[in-house]
C-alpha cells in the first residue's frame, strides 16, 4: 500500500492505493481518494492524517518524539564506515584468513577484530593506534567493543609475523579476480621512523621522504594490471632498489605460482645481472634505464637511426637493438619543451654567474653538470649542453618481451598505479608516523595499510560512478544511528542519508539501515 497523486483536469489529488496480483498480473486499487491535494495542504490535512496514523506505528511515534525533543539519545553511533568495510573484509575473506590462522590459539582477545578496527580506523581516520582506540566509543565497530590500546599493540606483532601467509591465503582465495593476471607492476618507497626504528629494519638509506637524518624501512608494492596489490614486501632501509626486484620475482613464482606475466618496474631496478636473473627465472620484463648513469650506451641508443612512431598524442617510440638487446626510446614532447627550457634558463644564469666568480658554482649539482672544471678554470662546457639535448623530454626501456613496442610504452606508463597506492598509504592512509621499535610490529604498522589499500581497490572497482575518496570518505561518517529509549524499548534511529553514501551502499551490496529499528 502507497501513496500516489493522480492529475484530472488540471486538479492533482492524494490517493491510497495498492497493490493487487490478479490473473498473472499486477494491478494497482485505489483505496480512498483523499481530496484535491492543494485544499488538503491549505487546511494542514496532511500533517493531521500523518499524525493520527503515527499512533499505531511504533517507529514512527518514537521518530517523531525525539525530533520534537522529547526523548533523549542515549547514544550516537556514526555507522557508515563500519557498514561498507565490513562488508568487504568479509567478502574478500580477510576474517576468514585471518581467523583461519588463529584457530587453536589462545588469545584473550579477538586478534582478528583488533586487526580489522586498525584496518578500519587506517582507512577512514588515519592515525595512531590510540586513535584507532579512541574511535571505538564514537563509531559501531562490530565485534571490537572490548578492544584495548595493548590488544593493538599485541595484534600489530603477529599480523607482521604472519603477513607473508596472509598475502599468500588472500590472493589463492580470490584467485578468480586474478585470472587475467598477465602484468605486475612492482616499486618500492622508504618510509622513515620516528625514533630508532627496529633492530634490523631501521637503517640510514636513500631516503626518498627526504628525511636522510632519519632511520627508514623499504617497503614494496606488487599490483596486478588493474592496480589490485598482490603484495607488500619490506626491507631495511639501507637497501637499494636493484636488491629487491630478483627476490619479489621469486617471491611470485613460489608464493603465488607466477610465472607466466610481464614485470614492469622503474629505472631503480634495472641492472645486467637483475635482468639477467629474470630472464633465467622465465619472466618477461619492462624496465625504466637510468640514462644519466648509462650515458655512454645511452648516447648509441638515442643516436641511433629510425623514425619515430605516434602512440598517443604526447606520447612517440622507436625500438632500438644495440648490442642484442632491445631498447625502446620514449619521447614526449610537451616535456622535450620544458627541459629545453629549463636548460636554457640554467645556462643563462651561469653566464651570468661565471662573470661574477665561480665561487658556488661548482658545488651546485644543477649548474656542475655543465661546467668544465679544470686547475685553471671553470667554463661552460658546450659539448655537455650538447649532449644534454639528447635527452629532452625522453626516457629508455629495455625489455626482453615480444609486444609491440607501442604497447611496450603505454604498459610501463601504466607503472603510475603503484606510484598512486604510494601515495594513497603515504597520504591518503597516513601510514607515517611509525612509532613502534619491534621489527614485527613495524611491519604489521605498515601492512596495515596494505590490508586497507585492497579493501579501499575494492570499493573504487564495485562503484560505477565518478568520486574522490575523500567524498566517499565524508559521506560514509555522516551516517549515524541515535539510541533512545521508549516506553521501556530500545530504538535506534538513523540519520538521513548524505551525498553518495545511499549510492556507496548499494554499490558494495549494504541494505541501507531503516530509518527507525527496535533492538
Same mark, same amino acid.
Given at each position: ?16 492505493? $495498492? ?292 602512440? $598517443? ?30 636548460? $636554457? ?30 686547475? $685553471? ?143
Amino acid at each position: 500500500m502507497y501513496v500516489r497523486t493522480k492529475t484530472t483536469e488540471g486538479r492533482t489529488y492524494l490517493q491510497i492505493v $495498492e497493490s493487487i496480483w490478479r490473473e498473472g498480473k499486477s494491478h494497482q486499487r485505489v483505496v480512498a481518494t483523499l481530496g484535491r491535494i492543494d485544499k488538503l495542504q491549505a487546511k494542514g490535512d496532511i500533517d493531521k492524517v500523518i499524525l493520527a496514523l503515527s499512533r499505531y506505528s511504533e517507529k514512527v511515534k518514537v521518530t517523531e518524539e525525539y525530533r520534537e525533543g522529547k526523548l533523549e539519545a542515549k547514544k550516537v553511533s556514526r555507522v557508515g564506515p563500519d557498514l561498507v568495510a565490513g562488508r568487504l573484509w568479509n567478502e574478500l575473506g580477510l576474517g576468514e584468513v585471518i581467523g583461519g590462522l588463529l584457530e587453536g590459539r589462545k588469545h584473550s582477545f579477538s586478534v582478528e577484530r583488533a586487526i580489522y578496527l586498525s584496518t578500519l580506523s587506517r582507512l577512514f581516520f588515519p592515525g595512531s593506534d590510540r586513535k584507532a582506540k579512541r574511535i571505538t566509543r564514537d563509531y559501531q565497530v562490530v565485534g571490537a567493543e572490548g578492544i584495548e590500546l595493548h590488544h593493538l599493540y599485541r595484534a600489530m606483532a603477529w599480523l607482521g609475523e604472519n603477513r607473508e601467509v596472509i598475502e599468500e591465503k588472500l590472493f589463492d582465495r580470490n584467485r578468480n579476480l586474478f585470472t587475467s593476471l598477465s602484468v605486475v607492476f612492482f616499486d618500492t618507497t622508504s618510509i622513515y621512523f620516528e625514533g630508532e626504528g627496529g633492530k634490523e629494519l631501521g637503517a640510514r638509506g636513500y631516503s626518498k621522504d627526504r628525511r636522510p637524518d632519519e632511520n627508514q624501512m623499504v617497503v614494496g608494492v606488487v599490483t596486478d594490471q588493474d592496480g589490485r596489490p598482490i603484495s607488500c614486501p619490506m626491507w631495511p632501509g639501507n637497501t637499494t632498489d636493484a636488491r629487491t626486484i630478483v627476490p619479489v620475482a621469486r617471491g611470485l613464482q613460489k608464493r603465488f605460482g607466477v610465472g607466466d606475466v610481464v614485470i614492469v618496474a622503474d629505472r631503480g631496478m634495472v641492472g645486467k645481472k637483475n635482468a639477467e636473473a629474470l630472464a633465467h627465472l622465465g619472466f618477461t620484463y619492462i624496465l625504466g634505464v637510468k640514462m644519466r648513469l648509462e650515458k655512454k650506451a645511452m648516447r648509441e641508443v638515442l643516436s641511433h637511426s629510425g623514425r619515430f612512431t605516434e602512440v $598517443e598524442s604526447n606520447l612517440k617510440v622507436k625500438e632500438v637493438i644495440h648490442n642484442g638487446k632491445r631498447y625502446v626510446v620514449c619521447l614526449n614532447p610537451e616535456e622535450a619543451k620544458k627541459d629545453a627550457a629549463s636548460r $636554457e634558463a640554467i645556462v643563462s644564469q651561469l653566464k651570468e654567474k661565471l662573470k661574477k666568480g665561480t665561487g658556488q658554482l661548482v658545488g651546485n649539482s644543477g649548474y656542475r653538470r655543465f661546467l668544465k672544471v679544470t686547475k $685553471e678554470s671553470v667554463i661552460l662546457d658546450e659539448e655537455k649542453i650538447k649532449t644534454d639535448e639528447k635527452f629532452d623530454g625522453k626516457w629508455v626501456l629495455i625489455t626482453n618481451s615480444d609486444l609491440p613496442t607501442d604497447e611496450i610504452s603505454t604498459r610501463y606508463k601504466e607503472l603510475w598505479m603503484v606510484e598512486r597506492v604510494f601515495r594513497e598509504a603515504k597520504d591518503t592512509l597516513e601510514t607515517r608516523h611509525v612509532f613502534h621499535q619491534k621489527d614485527t610490529s613495524i611491519m604489521g604498522h605498515v601492512f596495515i595499510s596494505f590490508l586497507a589499500l585492497l579493501l579501499m581497490h575494492e570499493l573504487k572497482r564495485r562503484i560505477d560512478f565518478p568520486a574522490e575518496w575523500d567524498e566517499i570518505r565524508a559521506d560514509l561518517d555522516a551516517l549515524y544511528e541515535v539510541e533512545v529509549q521508549s516506553d521501556g524499548s530500545t530504538y535506534f534511529l538513523r540519520s538521513p542519508l548524505e551525498g553518495i553514501c545511499g549510492k556507496v551502499l548499494k554499490s558494495v551490496g549494504v541494505a541501507i539501515p531503516p530509518t527507525a529499528r527496535k533492538r
